[in-house]
């Protein structure tokens, strides 16, 4: 019986053993293949089937079964392709302005709009009727002969 035991343990602890081996949690291909982009076509390895994004899915792989973490992946990525190979830019330093300007001009160009609508809504007057004109502004020669040319086509 306590031969038994001690080889269930045994076997517990030896297929334990892997899984234990990772500290951190481990990532998976399908979230880093959304987060990297191919340098080559310029879009996210998902969406890519060049030979550079098969590498890059293949070094990527191999990282993860060494029980490495996405970010120090992504790390490991930038030092060798630069930080054009992340799909979106750092959230500290000068690149956190690719996450607020875009952000910081749209809401400008609202503002703008709406403060031009707001003053040609208060520049505009309360409408009149338009005046009646008092003639026609013609002679009385060439009102006679219009009256006659008119007056042929009833």
């Not at 060494?66 to 930080?83: D, F, H, K, M």
């Not at 830019?89 to 690719?98: R, S």
């Not at 001009?105 to 005046?131: C, M, Q, T």
Request: one cysteine or more; glycine letters at 8%.
């Amino acid at each position: 019986m306590t031969v038994r035991f001690l080889a269930v343990v045994a076997a517990a602890l030896i297929f334990a053993a892997p899984a234990a081996a990772c500290a951190h949690p481990r990532t998976s291909l399908a979230y880093l293949e959304g987060q990297v982009m191919c340098p080559t076509c310029h879009t996210t390895l998902d969406q890519s089937d060049s030979a550079a994004a098969q590498r890059i899915e293949v070094f990527i792989s191999h990282k993860i079964a060494a029980c490495w973490t996405a970010q120090r992946i992504e790390s490991a990525l930038v030092s060798n392709y630069g930080a054009g190979i992340l799909a979106a830019p750092p959230h500290k330093g000068f690149d956190l302005l690719a996450w607020w300007l875009p952000i910081a001009g749209v809401l400008g160009g609202a503002l703008v709009l709406a403060g031009g609508v707001w003053r040609w809504s208060r520049r505009r007057g309360p409408e009149e009727p338009p005046d009646e004109p008092d003639g026609s502004g013609l002679d009385e020669e060439t009102e006679r002969r219009l009256d006659d040319l008119l007056a042929r086509f009833d």
